[in-house]
């Protein structure tokens, strides 16, 4: 195993968030864990969300690895024991002691974090850009999430001349002046990843929005249909203003379907000879479908693997995910990226995990003779920062 | 590498078989091995079964991995020669000398396996468990198996009024007085897991049972639009009794649809606001797939992982199996089960393959600092035992 | 890890080449690397193909782990520095002083390649077997792949009774006189391996041959229902002759859809009464869906695992691709290939790899109880050349 704790780090993909200077041990499970389910979640099902319900789904969020590993990580910086009423505790004292700014600022610098390249379309309503890089001491770039614009297009229910003029003009302001370096796309969670590269044509757009006006709800073809269309013409907005594109592939929350947010779904609209000027970013590498994205980023010039979400969220597959990309996508084109939210807390965390994840799977190339020590060490700089500053042109 | 060999074991998934006092080699080799067809698959072929065919299949048997396990343990048991005629020689000696009930309950003491859970739904006929209980000296709870009443009812071919009430009157019965514990389900091995939730209307029984009825063998549309609606019915019923239900996911015989198997197809039911109070127990966890298996445990709060049949019939792949399904599955949600069937071997050996297996993935757990040691043994209890008899109320 | 760096090695699946005695840096690694896309890619694209696409070009291809290995492994074999210039001076130093057959003969020692099995479908204009033969100093085998005569008879535009006769014919001479060992398809690359077996009636190749020529490019319905029916038809062959069918499956260039190579979607055809005395050798064991072609091998009797492709081109997945086949697949239905082309250097590098890999993933069997030690060195005999040997009767 290689030690890279000193090397610095641009997450590539994560989400600015709420300042909250004093939490509830049980406020800070819920901001920060993941998945098992929500009282909204049981209560849609009819289910009582009584005192043993919410037990349970507490179990749940601290039953996971990657809760355990935070939760170990934080004891040790914080030098408390390992419980989260201790490591609570701990954060909300260093908050009210040295301020907001200089504790998140000095946990980025325990992680070497140097910047924060973020999708401001969660949480919703949407984060102060401004305000949140005054808090967290840290540089933070933005990409735009076409999703928010569409659904707001939605919710006007206006014809499709005045929605493709504004949805145009809204993302050629968001890249121009509004300061974004590039767009995301979350339509793995909506209609999946299968889509028609044909939907290129404006007329498709037009068609599916008319159908949808006028027979909202019958069926979800036109919903379909008007997605990809729009999905064609983010990306031909990347390719003109040269910034890349960050499709969320695999896993996601309880909402995102499997069997609709594998990348090899994409695969005929990645190699689309209209679509091979834009860089495409692929959030979360698909896991647990990395294979496929670092498949496509081999077979494919254009293609990016964000390591984001399965690290840190899955736990210990950080190294195996790191592992399973580079056997097939090249070196140059895999990026630290974390998916965190809430609180500083996770954005170190996921950083140490990174960088250990990293120290092992590439301290197992070195040992199978794939690298020698010097380029590992330059794979590990290029994965944690160098590419995504490359890529982003930062 | 942690040492879990002194904790009990429930083993979440298996089945009962008829008592065989003495068996010759070649039997015992058929009645335990996996895989690699048999004389009526090749006769079905028009392929002569001529001795150098069963040659052939016997090979592939004993070229597995899982068999070569089951052989060292057991030539280690009996401290014979790693060969399949001293052990089996070893055996019927021992059954000879002891009797059989003495020889299952030293084998299942020396794997510490406190409780099996058998699916009685095979083999058939089925085995009278009242006389497997008193042969294998441990105790037994039943799950019933949802297809073979649907199979008797499609022989009987009765309409739609008498199929449901006697599918309705049957479950209540087995779940009433009948002593099983929960239902299963292998609708994976008939129609596949791609279940519309929208089959719980009653009229898609009726419909579908009709065009069944009126043409038998045109089409397997009405047959997947029955089975849907029966598989609904099923959810309501273990709801109502608040049971788990065990759906086979992912490998099974040459007879599973891979394509049809995968957990990630079941997603839209299993999050389906009527059915989120049921507990899902995703019967070998979908391996190959095991990686859905484990995210559905994340982001749904009802969902259980059985690791068997992957553990012990995919050899070394226990440890992978568990340690990509902690990934995402909280520990709380993982259950040791074997799936084993036919002789008390395998479940001895069943047993320390998941120990060996648990103790090096929670090891390197360990190792990678995601749980203490203190941790890894709960997670360990758990995983075996604990989470089984939480879920079955035992 | 075992060291089994003296057995014998046939390598099952790769391809001749084209002697180049002289190649620039620039010339070996377009030679000898992969993926990363093309001029011709990006030209098709719009994309100004300059110095810096070429230089980006150039730069994922020696970014692939694959790249690595082989540039470590034949500087080490040459004794020159770790870099392109010096390694292909160093190589067309060699064969300038002995000769190409001394060369590539010497190359193939040292890995102690003892055959190869090719498919000369591939490159194109087919490569002359006698001349490569000679240059290359190693026994060699082909196998025929149906689709560059498909592609004849389809250029020739005959109706269906010349195009069947030619079809059977030409398979036929090539298998009797003509020296082919075995037929192999790349269906996977064109229409997808969800090949209904129901396509073996001679209707279908009649109808679908007569749609298409009516309408050609008007759809790609019938064009399908051919290739069906003519793979059936080579299946048929397959039986006829006792000969092999070598199937791709999984990876291959950025042409194979990832969605259409799936192994698990040839399940329903594999176990097909009528084509269950064929043979079938799953090329590339469907990397990155290699735990499906794992699982075929098990539970049908009449299938190979090739490690083609993965092992070497997905650099250090060769012991996890190895370990996780037979996690299920008999040992004695596993093969070893390469798929490399082009030059003798990456035949030998390949081999080491294979090598490497399965000490490692049989050591590991060893350490974990599954196998002995002569186990373990029995099965990479048979893993590195025994199981191809019997399976072409060789």
């Known amino acids: 195993m290689l030690d890279f704790s000193d090397l610095p780090v641009v997450d590539v993909h994560c989400h600015p968030y709420r300042r909250a200077d004093a939490l509830s041990p049980e406020e800070w499970v819920d901001a920060l864990a993941f998945?098992?389910?929500?009282?909204?979640?049981?209560?849609?099902?009819?289910?009582?969300?009584?005192?043993?319900?919410?037990?349970?789904?507490?179990?749940?969020?601290?039953?996971?690895?990657?809760?355990?590993?935070?939760?170990?990580?934080?004891?040790?910086?914080?030098?408390?024991?390992?419980?989260?009423?201790?490591?609570?505790?701990?954060?909300?004292?260093?908050?009210?002691?040295?301020?907001?700014?200089?504790?998140?600022?000095?946990?980025?610098?325990?992680?070497r974090i140097e910047a924060l390249i973020v999708d401001d379309g969660y949480p919703l309503p949407q984060i102060n850009l401004d305000k949140f890089r005054a808090e967290v001491g840290v540089e933070v770039l933005p990409?735009?999430?076409?999703?928010?614009?569409?659904?707001?297009?939605?919710?006007?229910?206006?014809?499709?001349?005045?929605?493709?003029?504004?949805?145009?003009?809204?993302?050629?302001?968001?890249l121009g002046n509004g300061g974004y370096r590039g767009l995301k796309s979350i339509i793995a969670y909506r209609t999946g990843l299968d889509i028609d590269p044909g939907s290129r044509s404006p007329d498709q757009g037009r068609v599916a929005l008319d159908r949808l006006r006028r027979a909202r709800g019958r069926g979800d073809d036109p919903v379909k249909h008007l997605r990809d269309h729009l999905f064609c013409r983010a990306i031909e907005r990347c390719i003109d203003f040269d910034v890349p594109f960050q499709v969320h592939t695999g896993m996601g929350d309880w909402e995102v379907h499997l069997a609709a947010c594998r990348p090899a779904l994409l695969m005929e609209l990645l190699r689309y000879p209209a679509y091979r000027a834009c860089k495409f970013l692929l959030v979360h590498t698909g896991y647990p479908y990395h294979g496929e994205a670092g498949y496509l980023a081999n077979v494919l010039p254009n293609i990016w693997c964000d390591i984001s979400e399965g690290l840190p969220f899955a736990g210990n597959a950080g190294k195996r995910i790191i592992a399973e990309v580079l056997e097939m996508a090249p070196i140059s084109r895999v990026c630290y990226g974390s998916?965190?939210?809430?609180?500083?807390?996770?954005?170190?965390?996921?950083?140490?995990?990174?960088?250990?994840?990293?120290?092992?799977?590439?301290?197992?190339?070195?040992?199978?003779?794939?690298?020698?020590?010097?380029?590992?060490?330059?794979?590990?700089?290029?994965?944690?920062?160098?590419?995504?500053?490359?890529?982003?042109?930062?």
Chains 1, 2, 3 share one sequence.
């Open 339 to 394: 998916d965190v939210y809430g609180s500083p807390e996770p954005f170190y965390t996921s950083a140490l995990l990174g960088k250990q994840a990293l120290g092992q799977a590439l301290g197992e190339l070195v040992d199978d003779g794939f690298l020698s020590v010097g380029e590992a060490q330059e794979a590990a700089r290029m994965i944690l920062a160098d590419n995504a500053r490359e890529l982003y042109g930062n």
């Open 35 to 111: 998945g098992g389910g929500s009282p909204a979640y049981l209560q849609e099902g009819g289910i009582d969300v009584d005192a043993a319900a919410l037990t349970m789904l507490g179990r749940l969020k601290r039953d996971t690895l990657y809760f355990r590993f935070m939760l170990h990580r934080l004891a040790e910086y914080f030098g408390v024991a390992t419980t989260v009423d201790a490591v609570v505790a701990a954060r909300n004292r260093a908050i009210a002691n040295e301020g907001y700014a200089n504790y998140a600022g000095r946990l980025h610098q325990a992680g």
């Open 143 to 174: 990409v735009f999430r076409i999703e928010v614009l569409i659904q707001d297009l939605l919710d006007d229910d206006c014809g499709w001349s005045e929605f493709r003029q504004r949805y145009d003009e809204s993302i050629a302001e968001a």
